[in-house]
Nanobody, 127 residues
Framework: QVQLVESGGGSVQAGGSLRLACVAP????????IGWFRQAPGKEREGVAG??????????VNVNSMKGRFTVSQDNAKNTVYLQINNLKPEDTAMYYC??????????????????WGQGTQVTVSS
């Protein structure tokens, strides 16, 4: 059973920052896209950002509300992908998940493409 593990969520005030972490098995981390998704209550899951650690390719969704505030990065020694979120807004409140896509590219527009998922980490932003 392949498992990804997220951490780093919490409750913050608007304007604050969080860094979420996703630890993946070495074989998954090296060879695939690790994507970040979020799902707010009553809303569909949406892609946020992704990275292919093996080649260093980074992907962001083209959503104005996210541009410039979300940064994805990697730590090869820890098999970890990070999602830095700055200037948090109440609308960022959601469960954040990381997931692995097991072939070429990083199709953040369709979460069903991603095979292995973590349990999620909750981000709550108060105004």
């Amino acid at each position: 059973q392949v498992q990804l593990v997220e951490s780093g969520g919490g409750s913050v005030q608007a304007g604050g920052s969080l860094r979420l972490a996703c630890v993946a098995p070495r074989s998954i981390f090296n060879n695939n896209c690790i994507g970040w998704f979020r799902q707010a209550p009553g809303k569909e899951r949406e892609g946020v950002a992704g990275i292919r650690p093996g080649v260093g390719s980074i992907y962001y969704v083209n959503v104005n509300s996210m541009k410039g505030r979300f940064t994805v990065s990697q730590d090869n020694a820890k098999n970890t992908v990070y999602l830095q979120i700055n200037n948090l807004k109440p609308e960022d409140t959601a469960m954040y998940y990381c997931a692995a896509f097991l072939t070429f590219g990083c199709p953040l527009d369709n979460s069903t493409n991603f095979r292995f998922w973590g349990q999620g980490t909750q981000v709550t932003v108060s105004s």
